[in-house]
């Protein structure tokens, strides 16, 4: 890929890259974490009053799903998008010297379905899941071309703490937003049901409609921080075009990325336990609020609180890992992550199992809070530190996204069809536990010298 000539170390440029997980990780946190689940599983389960049951159940298109199954489905769908769209895209970008390009326009879409989810109908979800799919799409496609600029604008012994960095803004970001949405939905429809003494109805029409406003003011937040990145990643430059269909570049530049790594040992077996990986740890961070407002259920102040709690150990949890890293070596680092990973799914099993084990889901949401902020800066700097030396390390990231998106689709889908199965998260949850079982051995297969190496060449 493009070298940004000139612009290698310098302050600026790294600062501005940071700023982009300030603006997009408010997406992950309103609208596949918090305000948005609590929001679609309200606004799609109806209550018997007479029995006092709650019926998760939601026609789409003439099949019936519980309501977390369907979104699961849906997001599982987008990462499918990603992986065409992707490859794809990035061949064009390498060529016409257009990556920031699409970069701005993975986020325009992702913002504009933030704001497309103001309209969402539970009466019309074949037409109110489609922003919700664009809004995927956006996050995770941008994510990909962003990712790529780490190991172009920094040296590889800034790569954990760089990465660190972004996280961390991403999550004081997050935070500063869910305290907006937090005060507008609780705050704002409570004093006027007191001012005005609304009705029960007419309150809850209320607050629905503060909440959509909420996934509007995440759009524009995506939407306006972002140009900080845009204004401060410079051009890429134009290459000579190949020949052949250019339009299958990328898809050419992933097969020879797969030819290189057959001989770097370390760098398979690493990519090997990341997929198995990302399987288990992005599903838990997407489904963790479903889970905590259908199995735990939740109020949804108390489930707000407990996901500001999250994000704010995430903070330490990413600086704490990349500290953890420097002694031990990332490799082992992420082996302890996956021990961790593994004891917060044996706790959700077996102590978060109903509305009386409150505490139980405290200990695991803290415990996921603490561990998603290391895992996820973690594996993005170990990679960008074990690559080979490259002209073209967009390919090679591109080529990490895939396998990223992949594991999420094994993992939503799975999640999906087990509960759909067998009609309960807790077996969702267990079969999060044998994935890193799996990616424990896995990582445990990485050639011992490059287990306890701190720093790679």
């Not at 995506?222 to 134009?238: D, M, R, V």
């Not at 997929?275 to 992005?282: E, G, L, V």
């Not at 073209?392 to 799975?414: R, T």
């Amino acid at each position: 890929m493009f070298q940004i000539l000139n612009k290698t170390g310098e302050e600026k440029v790294k600062w501005g890259w940071a700023v982009y997980d300030w603006a997009n990780n408010v997406y992950s946190l309103v609208i596949t974490t918090a305000i948005f689940p609590i929001f679609y599983i309200g606004i799609t389960s109806t209550t018997d009053k007479e029995n006092c049951e709650t019926s998760h159940i939601v026609e789409f298109f003439g099949w019936e799903f519980i309501n977390t199954e369907l979104s699961s489905y849906i997001l599982a769908l987008s990462f499918v998008a990603v992986i065409i769209l992707s490859p794809l895209l990035s061949g064009m970008a390498d060529f016409a010297g257009k990556k920031k390009l699409f970069l701005r326009l993975f986020c325009y879409t992702g913002s504009a379905g933030c704001v497309g989810l103001y309209w969402f109908d539970p009466n019309h979800l074949e037409l109110s899941m489609i922003p919700f799919f664009m809004a995927s799409i956006g996050f995770w496609g941008s994510v990909g071309f962003y990712n790529a600029y780490l190991p172009e604008i920094a040296p590889r012994e800034e790569h954990d703490k760089l990465s660190a960095r972004g996280y961390a803004m991403g999550y004081w970001s997050s935070l500063i937003i869910l305290v907006i949405c937090a005060v507008l939905i609780t705050g704002v429809g409570k004093y006027l049901d007191f001012k005005f003494y609304i009705g029960a109805g007419v309150h809850m029409e209320l607050v629905q409609t503060i909440t959509r406003c909420c996934f509007v003011l995440v759009g524009f937040w995506w939407f306006g921080f972002a140009h900080i990145t845009f204004n401060a990643l410079p051009e890429s430059e134009k290459k000579d075009l190949p020949t052949g269909n250019i339009l299958f570049q990328g898809f050419k530049e992933l097969r020879g990325v797969a030819r290189e790594l057959k001989g770097t040992k370390h760098l398979t077996r690493y990519l090997f336990a990341f997929f198995i990986m990302s399987m288990a740890i992005q599903t838990i961070m997407l489904m963790a609020s479903s889970f905590g407002k259908k199995v735990i259920k939740l109020e949804t102040t108390e489930l707000i609180i407990i996901i500001f709690i999250v994000n704010l150990l995430a903070i330490p949890g990413a600086f704490g890992v990349s500290a953890l890293s420097k002694r031990i070596g990332n490799i082992r680092a992420l082996v302890a992550c996956i021990i961790g990973w593994a004891a917060v799914c044996l706790g959700a099993y077996f102590f978060a199992k109903d509305e009386t084990d409150t505490i139980g889901f405290y200990a695991v949401a803290c415990g996921i809070g603490f561990l998603m902020g290391g895992t996820q800066s973690l594996n993005r700097a170990t990679y960008s530190k074990i690559l080979p030396d490259t002209d073209d390390p967009a390919s090679y990231f591109s080529f990490y996204e895939m396998l990223e998106k992949g594991g999420l689709i094994i993992g939503m889908f799975g999640w999906g069809f087990i509960e759909g199965f067998t009609g309960t998260m807790h077996n969702s949850v267990l079969a999060m536990l044998v994935l890193f079982t799996l990616a424990y051995l896995a990582m445990m297969l990485v050639p011992k010298e490059y287990r306890i190496k701190v720093d790679y060449k």
